[in-house]
C-alpha cells in the first residue's frame, strides 16, 4: 500500500558526512508523521529523528546537533542528513511513516562509520 526505499548508506570515516534520502509512494497522504531509525546487531531499534507535515523536527540526543531531517513534501521524499559521523551510528537506518495511524518501513540501508 505505501512503499518506502532508503538509498545513500555506505562506508564513512569518522567525522564525514552522509545523506540519507527515502522516496515514498503508493498510497501517500498529505498530512503524515516521517522519521528515521537505525538498529545495529544485538541493539534496539533506536528512533533517530522525527519530521511532522508542517517541518517540526525532532530527534534523539544521540544525534542531536550532528543529524538533520528535511522533508519535500510535493516529492514525498525525505532526506537525513548526517554530519560529524561516529562509529556508534554505524547501523540500518530505516525510513518511516505513520500515515492515518499506518505504520510503515523501508528495507533499509547501511551505513557503516569506520576508520
Known amino acids: 500500500q505505501v512503499q518506502l526505499v532508503e538509498s545513500g548508506g555506505g562506508l564513512v570515516q569518522p567525522g564525514g558526512s552522509l545523506r540519507l534520502s527515502c522516496a515514498a509512494s503508493?498510497?501517500?497522504?498529505?498530512?503524515?508523521?516521517m522519521g528515521w531509525s537505525r538498529q545495529a546487531p544485538g541493539k534496539e531499534r533506536e528512533r533517530v529523528a522525527t519530521?511532522?507535515?508542517?517541518?517540526?523536527?525532532s530527534y534523539a540526543d544521540s544525534v542531536k546537533g550532528r543529524f538533520t531531517v528535511s522533508r519535500d513534501n510535493a516529492k514525498n521524499m525525505v532526506y537525513l542528513q548526517m554530519n560529524s559521523l561516529k562509529p556508534e551510528d554505524t547501523a540500518v537506518y530505516y525510513c518511516?511513516?505513520?500515515?492515518?495511524?499506518?505504520?510503515?518501513w523501508g528495507q533499509g540501508t547501511q551505513v557503516t562509520v569506520s576508520s
Open positions: 518511516n511513516a505513520l500515515i492515518r495511524a499506518n505504520l510503515y
Open positions: 503508493g498510497s501517500i497522504f498529505s498530512l503524515n508523521t
Open positions: 519530521i511532522i507535515y508542517g517541518g517540526s523536527t
